[in-house]
């Protein structure tokens, strides 16, 4: 059964930092794209980070470039969203996706995690 657990949200402070997890289990971690979404309250779910099957190529929407740092560890079948200098405008529900890549090509369709809050506020 596919699994996506995502973890490591909260209440920070503007400027703050959070390291958010997702732990995958029952698929082939390494054959799948990672991403990272956001939802705020009242708006559309937004793509903030996006990383290939062996973790060399990343890409991000240019409101979080230079900030937030997508990563993963294919062993642990975890991947990682660092968030730097987080602003209010970061507060949303953080959720991971996975979608089988073979040799560039999707195929299949998207796995969702349930999401974990982020909460930024003084």
């Known amino acids: 059964q596919v699994q996506l657990v995502e973890s490591g949200g909260g209440l920070v402070q503007p400027g703050g930092s959070l390291r958010l997890s997702c732990a995958a289990s029952g698929f082939t971690f390494s054959l799948y794209r990672m991403r990272w979404y956001r939802q705020a309250p009242g708006k559309e779910r937004e793509l903030v980070a996006t990383?290939?099957?062996?973790?060399?190529?990343?890409d991000y929407t240019d409101s979080v470039k230079a900030r937030f740092s997508i990563s993963r560890d294919n062993p642990k079948n975890t991947v990682y969203l660092q968030m730097n200098s987080l602003k209010p405008e970061d507060t949303a529900v953080y959720f991971c996706s996975a979608r089988m890549s073979i040799s560039g090509s999707l195929v299949g369709n998207d796995y969702w995690g349930q999401g974990t809050q982020v909460t930024v506020s003084s």
């Open positions: 990383i290939s099957n062996d973790g060399g190529s990343t």
